[in-house]
Nanobody, 126 residues
Framework: QVQPVESGGGLVQAGGSLRLSCTASERAFVTYNIGWFRQAPGKEREFLAVIRHDAGLTYYSEDMKGRFTVSRDTSANAVWLQMNSLKPDDTAVYYC???????????????????WGQGTQVTVSS
């Protein structure tokens, strides 16, 4: 079991950047695939990006390619989401989630993840 914790959210102007982090105290965190999702008011939870446990593969939603980048540092027990060229439509609560497994099957399905953080608010102003 792991308990992911997100941080790094805040208020940013359109066109700016933010770097979110996802960490856990458990060493087993390095064995999990880590996905990033977001949820805006009145909207369903949306897949953004995922990174495999060994960082050997990453996948992004079509809309996030070129703007968002996911990476991880095993020694730091951390996963990051770099977000550039932010737009007001990016305003949402951002979540990281941990998924067991060697492969990245169903990585875009929120229900396939085993553990979730509590989220961090990102607000992008005009």
């Amino acid at each position: 079991q792991v308990q992911p914790v997100e941080s790094g959210g805040g208020l940013v102007q359109a066109g700016g950047s933010l770097r979110l982090s996802c960490t856990a105290s458990e060493r087993a965190f390095v064995t999990y695939n880590i996905g990033w999702f977001r949820q805006a008011p009145g909207k369903e939870r949306e897949f953004l990006a995922v990174i495999r446990h060994d960082a050997g593969l990453t996948y992004y939603s079509e809309d996030m390619k070129g703007r968002f980048t996911v990476s991880r540092d095993t020694s730091a027990n951390a996963v990051w989401l770099q977000m550039n060229s932010l737009k007001p439509d990016d305003t949402a609560v951002y979540y990281c989630a941990a998924k067991r497994g060697y492969y990245l099957g169903d990585y875009g399905n929120a229900l396939a993840y085993d553990y979730w953080g509590q989220g961090t608010q990102v607000t992008v102003s005009s």
